[in-house]
Structures are given as C-alpha cells and as structure tokens.
C-alpha cells in the first residue's frame, strides 16, 4: 500500500487527526478507528498508548516523522497520526504491527 497517496485519499474524504495529544483524546473518546506512528515516535508514548488502548489498531509506519508530515501533505514534522473516518482510503486495511 502507497502510505502517502492514502493519507491524501483520507485526508480529502474523511477525518484525520494530527499530534499525540489528539491521538490520546479520540482514543480516549472512543473516535480512533486506527493511529499511525512515525517510525521515531517516542516508546515510552507508544507503550503508553498500547497499554491503555489495545482496542485501536496501531501501525508504525517505516518512515520518521518528517517525511511522514510530508507524505501526508503538511509542512511540519508529525509523529502521528489518527484515522477517525477514512474516507475512500485503504488506511483501516493496516495491520497491528507493535508486537
């Protein structure tokens, strides 16, 4: 799957969220169907997100969190990413890979 052309598709057609603290909340809140981690996120973060959410699908991308931010079309660094509603896009086809 092309990471950055479905970030696009879903970005266009539906409803991601951009930063940690907003990953935490829709978490939290039950709107995360799926977060996407820059391969240089912090652990301590993603260990924190995996204990208190198993129910949400993560994926660590293979990219670090600038280009990320350029795959998903921002001028700015982003360490993750959270699909709330994926539009037309493939994303909630991305597997758990934290293991």
Do not use: W
Not at 75 to 92: Q, R
């Amino acid at each position: 799957m092309d990471l950055s052309r479905q970030l696009k598709i879903a970005s266009a057609t539906g409803k991601l969220l951009y930063g940690q603290r907003q990953a935490v909340d829709a978490c939290a809140k039950g709107e995360a169907k799926c977060v996407i981690l820059a391969a240089n996120c912090p652990q301590d973060y993603v260990d924190n997100l995996v204990a208190k959410h198993p129910e949400v699908t993560i994926h660590r991308a293979l990219v670090v969190n600038r280009e990320l931010g350029t795959a998903s079309g921002k001028p700015f660094s982003v360490s993750t990413i959270t699909v709330v509603d994926a539009g037309d896009s493939d994303l909630l086809s991305l597997d758990n890979n934290l293991a």
